[in-house]
T-cell receptor
Framework: AQSVTQLGSHVSVSEGALVLLRCNYS??????LFWYVQYPNQGLQLLLK??????LVKGINGFEAEFKKSETSFHLTKPSAHMSDAAEYFC??????????FGTGTSLTVIP | KAGVTQTPRYLIKTRGQQVTLSCSPI?????VSWYQQTPGQGLQFLFE???????NKGNFPGRFSGRQFSNSRSEMNVSTLELGDSALYLC????????????????FGSGTRLTVV
């Protein structure tokens, strides 16, 4: 079985502060991992993906994530939050089979 | 390159009616998946089509159905609408259901917001 758990359904940070969104996965085989962002009334947009190459993955808008097999984690970070980062963020895993399994999402609020 | 196009963007329907939603994938993408998104349940997989054939189906009642045409465009239909069907319906396309999707991920449309009253 494969799944992802996103810790914290709501995260608030001050503008300019570090953003850390947590994602832990469960998979019996090496996984493919993804982070997507969703702005209000929009679809999901791919931020970054891990496909078994480098463990530190850089994405769009200054985001990056590190794959840690020992911790079964794929946390999303950004050094300095911007007001435009306020959105819903989804972690997803695809390992065995072809389906994607999405987490329940983390809503990021950026406080000016 | 045009993105994934979903029409209409918004719909209001009455309980008991039926509705059809449309999705045009990115040119060259032959796999189309549908998801239902609600605040309480998150993203739930409805079904996937590839080469006009349903490849996978989620745990939804038979009122939810879909199809894919030879040009890869897909439609989903919900019959006998219930209040609980109110949701954002997202279409996601990929080159194929296999390794390419794992390597590149999905491309999502902006969704159709369905409200059942």
């Amino acid at each position: 079985a494969q799944s992802v758990t996103q810790l914290g359904s709501h995260v608030s940070v001050s503008e300019g502060a570090l953003v850390l969104l947590r994602c832990n996965y469960s998979s019996s085989v090496p996984p493919y991992l993804f982070w997507y962002v969703q702005y209000p009334n929009q679809g999901l947009q791919l931020l970054l993906k891990y496909t078994s190459a480098a463990t530190l993955v850089k994405g769009i808008n200054g985001f990056e994530a590190e794959f840690k097999k020992s911790e079964t984690s794929f946390h999303l970070t950004k050094p300095s939050a911007h007001m435009s980062d306020a959105a819903e963020y989804f972690c997803a895993v695809s390992a065995t089979g072809n389906q994607f399994y999405f987490g329940t999402g983390t809503s990021l609020t950026v406080i000016p | 390159k045009a993105g994934v196009t979903q029409t209409p963007r918004y719909l209001i329907k009455t309980r008991g009616q039926q509705v059809t939603l449309s999705c045009s994938p990115i040119s060259g993408h032959r796999s189309v998946s549908w998801y239902q998104q609600t605040p309480g349940q998150g993203l739930q997989f409805l079904f996937e089509y590839f080469s006009e054939t349903q490849r996978n189906k989620g745990n939804f009642p038979g009122r939810f159905s879909g199809r894919q045409f030879s040009n890869s465009r897909s439609e989903m239909n919900v019959s006998t609408l219930e209040l609980g069907d109110s949701a954002l319906y997202l279409c996601a396309s990929s080159l194929s259901p296999g390794t390419e999707r794992k390597r590149y991920g999905y491309t999502f449309g902006s969704g159709t917001r369905l409200t059942v009253v």
